[in-house]
């Protein structure tokens, strides 16, 4: 499974890509995941690339990705062009992506699932949490590959012990909005 | 068997440790930071006892390192690419003298760049510099490598380099991480006298030189049969082969995704030990194919090193691009060419270019990495440019700081410490050009105690007048805060002597000399009114400030303790000074364009933006409840 993950620095994007790595970790998967540091965290654009289960190139060409996972909505659209044709789109935004996309994917059989996480979030109290929201709110779609539980495993082994609670609770007000 | 999820430079750090490596010393710099923090973190939970330096400088760090293999240790020294230029003069002697110990050098290598002022390759310094490399592939491969390169230094006593590249340093894979380290061959013996090697003249030099070689080619003939040297997609009837690829680093696991991706079996010979280059192998491998396409990063290293290319293609004649990372997408281009070349096309899924069409039309503006909301930083650049206006000349310098170009107060960035060299250089050509204009330099702590000192003295010296702003904010920030010397604490934690950078500016001569809190706007202005004045005056030269603020992202206590909440009146009418210049990513512009918003998410309540509407609509919230 080949995914990438795309937001703002300081959105939590590394911190998703260690969850769904760890998830992957735990159900015996081979991981192979890029991170960006430096300049890029300073606000600037952030993404990741994963592969569960795959190779051990770090980076996926794009039109190849069977899921993109977007925390922020134009760093989405800015990415969308790795999804690879009935791929799969994740993304944090109150109105979908621009409308002007949605003929062209349609054709290209690529779906988009838009939450406003950032309104759960606020709900929760917890604006930090806005990553853990999105990937809670992946499972529902059984495109995603990973179940709910396998993120709540990781979650737990990730730690640190302090935030489990929080970010369990996040993952699970995401599979709500799903449903 | 265990596997755990390790960064690449954590497995690189668990590889030092698990091989007894005792001394490991650094100077941070993206891709390498997180290595020598790992080897804390790792002697901390395995309980080793190695001793971990934030040095000075790169070449501070290989030195202290080269005298811990001189005194029988295993010893490592990590750095960025550019990190390895100011350690170059090190290394070219170090190849010479010889190691006791096993000496690793890292050097990360950023072809993109992704962080860095260039794509230089490593492998080709080392190749100058005549000491043998290491190329891993992977995370997992480090750890193999770093036990092999130990093992290959302490047997010719010879540095040796393993250089990864970002996508190794900050690719995270599932590992195998039982320990396989080995101990030192040589055990712990204590630094051995020997003038005629360790302080050698240019008589013994020449021998050194002849012994240099020697071992060179005895390595070579070693890695003839290495292990790290292996074909795959060998073919069972080579004649049906059309091509042929060598490969190392990362973009070899790319060439080999590509390959499956299109279907087809291009035997691949990997290259792990790429300088001393074993020709025989790598001879024998393209004598069987029309064409062999080499395919490494940054820079061509394998290629330069075969003697006979007329079957060979890569950088070297243009096939491969000689700038950018080689992303997946150039991979596939660069083999989908060759392949149809040989009259073989496959079908490989491109992006969509109508999707990739309709993205462009929407022009989604590149997102620029700004200052962090609060950083003090951005408060000393507001106020220069205020102080000073657009047509000053300000040299800049490697940092977080760097990002003062957004502010338009950094117009020049070469290398560490270039600031302040240049600023000396633009002050004596101004002389001759008759160009009056202030002369504006800011560096930051780590840096100015990396490579500012000696320009600053050279400055001083020669008379030169300009204002030097030293933006202390008590740590490494761009790199993620790692101690300086100019810190209580070293790498570890443990205690550290503090060297305030006051007293060196004062020592280098420097009759002008200020602390300031930069985010008393007002009286900085004043301060920087008066370094001007003082650079003019007959007995005047350079002027410093020290800009004395904690980064905020990593000690934000001085704004907990005050917090200035701030908000924009009602009457703000959207014009975005403040956004454009001040640039805080907190102040946000409307989607309509109508008013600048404050992202409460984001905001640290600085109250430094205060300044920044010079009309006056941005206000302390205090104010507003008390009316
Ligand atoms: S990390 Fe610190 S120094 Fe760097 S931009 Fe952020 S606040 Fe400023
Ligand atoms: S108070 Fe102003 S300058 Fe400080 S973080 Fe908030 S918006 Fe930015």
Known sequence: MKIVLAGIGGQGVVYATKILSQAGLLRGEKVMASENHG????????????????SEAPLIRRGTADLLVGFDRT??????????????VFVNSTNGLDSSLSERLQELNIAVHAINAEACAKELGSPAVTNLIVLGFAPAHNEFGLSLDDLK??????????????????????????? | MTT??????????????????RVVTAYPGTPSSEILAGVVKFKKKLNRDIYTEWSASEKVAFEVALAASWSGLRAAVTMKQVGLNVAA???????????????????????????????QDSRLLALTAKVPVFDPSTPAETMAMLKAAFELSEKHRVPVIMRPTTRVCHAVQSIDVTDTGMPPLNGNSGFKKDQQRWAATPVFRLKLHHELNAKLQAIESEFESSSFNYVVNQPLAISHQPFGIISSGSVFTTSQEVLDELGVEIPILRIGTPYPLPRKLVAEFVSRFERVLIIEEPDACIELQIADRTHVSGRLDYVIPNAGELTPEVVMKVIGGQLDKVGLTVAASPEDSALAGIIGALKIAPRRPRLCPGCSHRSAFFTLKTTFGPNAIYPGDIGCYTLGTNLRVVDTCIDMGGSVTMAAGFYHASKITQDKRPIVATIGDSTFLHSGIVPLINSVHTNARFILLILDNHTTAMTGAQPTPANDYAADGSAATRVPIENIVRACGVKFVHVADPYDQEPFEKLLKDAQAFTQTDEGGVAVIIADRPCVLYDDSPVEANPIPVVITEECDGCRYCVEAFECPALILRADKSRVDINYNVCVDCGQCIDACYKGFIIPKEVVMSN
């Not at chain 1, 495993?153 to 449903?179: F, H, M, T, Y």
């Not at chain 2, 090190?90 to 002022?117: E, K």
């Open chain 1, 39 to 54: 300049m890029s965290q300073r606000g600037g654009s952030v993404m990741s690339h994963l592969k569960i289960g795959g």
């Open chain 1, 75 to 88: 760093e989405t659209m800015r990415n969308l062009t790795f999804v690879r044709a009935s791929g799969n």
């Open chain 1, 153 to 179: 495993s990781a979650v737990r082994a990730l730690g640190p012990a302090k935030a489990v609670e929080l970010n369990l609770k996040a993952l699970d007000v995401g599979a709500k909005a799903a449903r």
């Open chain 2, 89 to 119: 003069d090190s290394l070219f002697s170090a190849a010479y003298t010889g190691v006791v110990g096993g000496f690793v050098v890292v050097p990360c290598d950023d072809p993109g760049p992704h962080s860095s002022q260039t794509e």
């Open chain 2, 4 to 21: 755990q999820l390790l960064l690449g430079n954590d497995a690189i750090a668990l590889g030092l440790t698990q091989n007894e490596c």
